[in-house]
Each structure stands twice: as structure tokens, then as C-alpha cells.
């Protein structure tokens, strides 16, 4: 360590990765030069390229995945996207799931713009996933829990299906959260996050990551490079923070998740509740195979029978913060309908089980007697 170094002067090493803010850096040779560029070594020479700050938080996301990399970029809907650009074709066929993320649904017209074949699966259908296989899928797409309404897909068997076609199984796995569920152990061959969510977890930053092989590693690099979806390090160090505590945090929220869930699948004017931790809920026995140590920190529910009413409950919220996005120290309540699901023409919006009174649900990590006591005044005044 040369005591000349900024950083660390005799050795000292700062105990957080120090934000590198530079777009460019001085080349200490052309054979530095030449080794990075030929990916000999993992230098830095522009920061669209990449940047140690943006390098530290990729390698803390793999080894919680069980990656051998990740890569990281601007939001989750940048990750989807780099996904789709990397591996699908014109005249390929991809399958995706309703229940996924409402903005893939838009990114699904540009991809049909140039020549893919999308397939739209109801996660309920999933058993039957075979009947949509084609000789030339080369992509199935999903989120399990789904979004907004957490049922639960096989993994193991998509893989399965996947298998049959030769298709690479792509896993959303942002409502799931790396602390109870490992798809790459399930057989996924990435995992994505909007990493805005839980790892994040505080409100203040966007960001996309997708744990995988070294080899997807390279190319979706690739990718990233080509079209600039490189994340900022200030973002990065914001994210490496979050990262400290995002197995307690989302131990917290999976808890909160389910005294929430318990309380509402009792309650006279909830006449559903969806949340994979209750024992009636039909992706129970599945999600207790693949999710460990609790069932993630959103659930859904209906209130009452129409949509004004889900309104009232949710005006009449003191503790439960009124605003889309999951996985924060707050807790989050929203109308799909209204909010996430806008992506989608409005007749599509109710045609796999959401309804216009349909809320969801992201536990935060206060106090469960709290949230209890704010559900209970707020149905009170319904
Ligand atoms: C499951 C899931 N995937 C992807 C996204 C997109 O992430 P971002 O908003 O970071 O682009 C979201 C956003 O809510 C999401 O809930």
C-alpha cells in the first residue's frame, strides 16, 4: 500500500467503498490499457463502461444470490429490458407472464415492434405451460410471488418447460427478495431485481441488478456498455448501504407481512386476501418448497366490493403510507388498478384476478401492533 495513495495512506482502508465519481481515469499504461480492454483484468477506463463503486455493490449482490456475478444498472425496468435486447430475436417467441411488472407490458409493444412473438401467460395457467411452448420460445419470463396478487409459480417445473424448448427461464425475483428465495438454485438462469425495492429498501434510489453466469455476465455487459443503463456510483453507494441490513429488514417485513395477512383473512369486510404465508392461500404448499424463512413482505387484498370503499380505507390510514413501490422501511398501500398497473389499457388491467378494488400491500418494518391497530381504525370507518 503506498502511503501516497489518497485513500489509503499506510494502509488504512476506508470501511465503506469509497464513491468514485470520476467519468474517466488517467491509463497508467497502454499495457493497463491493453489488459482491460481485453478484459485480462477488471480496470476501469470509463464510466459507462465501469466503475469500482458500481463494481463493489455487483459482487455483494451475487454472493447473496448465489451468482457467480451480477451486473447492476439505472432501475429494474432497465435490467428487464437489457435481458430482452441480449437474448431475443425477431422471429423468437417469448413467454411472459400477466402478473409481472405492469411496465413490461410496454416494453412487450417495442419488442413486438421488432419482430419478437410475445406469448401472455396467466400464472394461474401455469400448470399447463406446456401448451404454449413453441419450437421457437427462447425466453420465459416471470415473477413469482407475482405482482400484484403473489401467486406462486413452480420455478423448478418452468425449468422443466424451458428445458423442452432449449429457452432460458428468467426469474423477477424482487417480490421474493434473495433472503427467502434462491432461484438460481431452482433452476433460473437469471434473476432479476429492481433493486429500487427491498435492497435497496430506504425510498431513495433506483437501480437494477441481474444475478447469472459469468458468460450472461459478459454479455449482458455487453449490452450495458452498447446503450449507457450504467448506474451512478452515488446510487451505488446508496446501495451498498441498504444491502448492510437487507436480511434484517426483510425478515421484518415477511413477519409483518403475515400478522397483517392473518388479521385481514378474518376480518368481515376483506372478503380476499392474497398472500402466499396463509395456509388457505393456493401457492401455499408450493412457496413453503421454495421460499425459505417466510414468505416475502407484500400481500393483496380486496376491500369490501368496490373501489370507492378500497378508497375510504385507504384515506382513513394514519401509519400505512398511501404510495406505489415495496420493500421499504415503511409500510406502502396502493391501488394496482390506479397506479402500477397503468402501463396496461384499462380493460386489460382485471383479466387475471386484480380487481378495480384490489389493494396491495408492502410491510415496512414498524411495529406489527401498529400496523394492526392502523388496519383495524381505518375498516372501522368504512
Ligand atoms: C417486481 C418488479 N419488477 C420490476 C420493477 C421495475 O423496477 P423499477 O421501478 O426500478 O424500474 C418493479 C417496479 O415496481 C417491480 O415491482
Known sequence: ??????????????????????????????????????????????????????????????RMEGAEDCIVCTTGMAACTMVFLTYLNAGDNLIIFHDVYGANYKVSLILERFGVDVTWLNADDSDNIDKYLKPNTKMIFLETPTNPLCKIVDIAAMRAAADKCGAKLIVDNTFATPYHQLPLTLGADMVIHSATKALGGHNDLMAGAIATSKDYYNELWFTRQAIGTTMDAYQASLLERGLKTVDLRCEKMAANAQVMAEFLNDHPKIPRVCYPGLKNDPGHEVAKKQMTRGFGGVLAFDVEDDIEKAKAFINALDVIYHAVSLGSTESLICIPFLTTMVYLPEERRTTFGVKKNTVRLSAGIENPDKLIEDLKQALNKI
Request: hydrophobic share 30%; proline share 10%.
Open 1 to 62: 500500500m503506498s502511503p501516497h495513495d489518497p485513500l489509503t495512506p499506510y494502509g488504512n482502508k476506508p470501511m465503506v467503498t469509497p464513491i468514485v465519481n470520476a467519468v474517466n481515469y488517467e491509463y497508467a499504461s497502454f499495457e493497463v490499457l491493453r489488459k482491460i480492454t481485453e478484459g485480462e483484468v477488471d480496470g476501469y477506463t470509463y464510466h459507462r463502461d465501469d466503475n469500482p463503486t458500481v463494481r463493489a455493490v455487483e459482487k455483494i449482490i451475487a
